[in-house]
């Protein structure tokens, strides 16, 4: 499985982003995907996750927030995210199944 983020970007605090990621290779495979960050000198925490099904779990920081969607047919995971805070800056990684990782991509969210 093969995973390609887009979307990340500088934002104001309090403005919106969009993170996308396409998965290919084996996708037929996939039963969850999700969006992890890391921050300068801290470990990597997930953000939010999403199953096939619909199923999904948020970190605490980012409920009501962000919002993390899952399209089916095109093999591709969404992250939308709104009210951005300087706090969200972090390399954002997609994820599928726990065991294959995007190449990550940069959020930076500063006034």
């Known amino acids: 499985v093969q995973l390609v983020e887009s979307g990340g970007g500088l934002v104001q605090p309090g403005g919106s982003l969009r993170l996308s990621c396409a998965a290919s290779g084996s996708s037929f495979s996939i039963i969850t995907m999700g969006w992890y960050r890391q921050a300068p000198g801290t470990e990597r925490e997930l953000v939010a996750i999403?199953?096939?099904?619909?199923?999904?779990n948020y970190a605490g920081s980012v409920k009501g927030r962000f919002t993390v969607s899952l399209d089916n047919a095109k093999s591709t995971v969404y992250l939308q995210m709104n009210s951005l805070k300087p706090e969200d800056t972090a390399v954002y990684y997609c994820n599928a199944n726990g065991d294959f990782w995007g190449q990550g991509t940069l959020v930076t969210v500063s006034s």
């Open positions: 999403i199953s096939r099904g619909g199923s999904t």
